[in-house]
């Protein structure tokens, strides 16, 4: 990962802040950019020093969307041979935490990017939008359906139809987004926040995280199913034994991630 050139990458204790760093283009996700960072979100996924992984950009863009000077010759095969889908399946797997860290521009790929992660934490200055429909084309990395669960249809619809933007106090009221802060505090409240849940154990983060998103392709009964296993499972690991005699001893656990 030593030779990055459109990521930043710093790691903290035990999280890890990955940056998108193309500033001359608002951190426009081009091929590049996407493999450098589904190859690094990846390696951290594996990485067992590493709880917790902070996204974000500068305080101008979290990502004006897909490069689109990249994809205005492409024609429809080379869409289909590029398989752009199955790198943002890659994130969508990651195991771990993300939290964003969104400033300025999140639109288009870039708010599809930051509704990949699990926790958003946006600056005052933040711009949400799905403004596609403005170049001919419609969200392509989960716009229509994530949008749509997390903000429901009629402002989702509006905002897929119309490009226009949104506030980070308007994604707050919609909840698409956790908290905002003004942006010379964005990336550290992220920071916090990262921090924070890698001071959990850490197989009860993976799996309570799994067990989320399961939510998001199941039925209830389901999903009940699958929280129910995942929460027996819990029961094996060493972190459980450690957390509950922690509690009963009266004194702070000590997490192994085992
Ligand atoms: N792509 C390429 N360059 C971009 C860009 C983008 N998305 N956004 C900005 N830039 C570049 C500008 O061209 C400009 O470069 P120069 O002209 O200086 O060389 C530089 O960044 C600064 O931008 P502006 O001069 O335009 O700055 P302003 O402050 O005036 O305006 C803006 C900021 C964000 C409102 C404006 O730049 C803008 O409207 N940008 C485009 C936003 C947009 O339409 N985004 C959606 C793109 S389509 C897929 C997955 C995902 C997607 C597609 C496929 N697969 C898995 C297959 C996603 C598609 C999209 O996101």
Known sequence: ??????????????????????????????????DELVATLDSLDRDENIRAIVLAG????????????????????????????????RIRKIK???????????LGGGCELMMHCDIVIASETARIGQPEINIGVMPGAGGTQR???????????????TGKFI??????????????????????EAVRLAQEIASKPPVAVRLAKEAVLKSFDTTIEMGLEFERKNFYLLF?????????????????????GK
């Open 236 to 256: 094996a690991s060493e972190d459980m034994k450690e957390g509950m005699a922690a509690f009963v001893e009266k004194r702070t656990a000590e997490w192994k």
């Open 58 to 89: 500068s305080e101008k863009a979290f990502a004006a969307g897909a490069d689109i000077k990249e994809m205005a010759s492409a024609t429809a095969v080379d869409m289909l041979y590029r398989d752009q889908f199955s790198k943002w399946d």
């Open 167 to 188: 506030t980070a106090q308007e994604a707050f009221d919609a909840g698409l987004v956790n908290k905002v802060v003004p942006v010379e505090f964005f990336l550290e």
């Open 147 to 161: 949008l749509t669960r997390a903000i429901g249809k009629v402002r989702a619809m509006e905002m897929v139809l």
């Open 96 to 106: 771990k935490p993300i939290i964003a860290a969104v400033s300025g521009f999140a």
């Open 1 to 34: 990962m030593s030779d990055l050139k459109n990521l930043l990458l710093e790691i903290d204790g035990y999280v890890a802040i990955v940056r998108l760093h193309r500033p001359a283009v608002l951190n426009a996700l081009n091929l590049e950019l996407m």
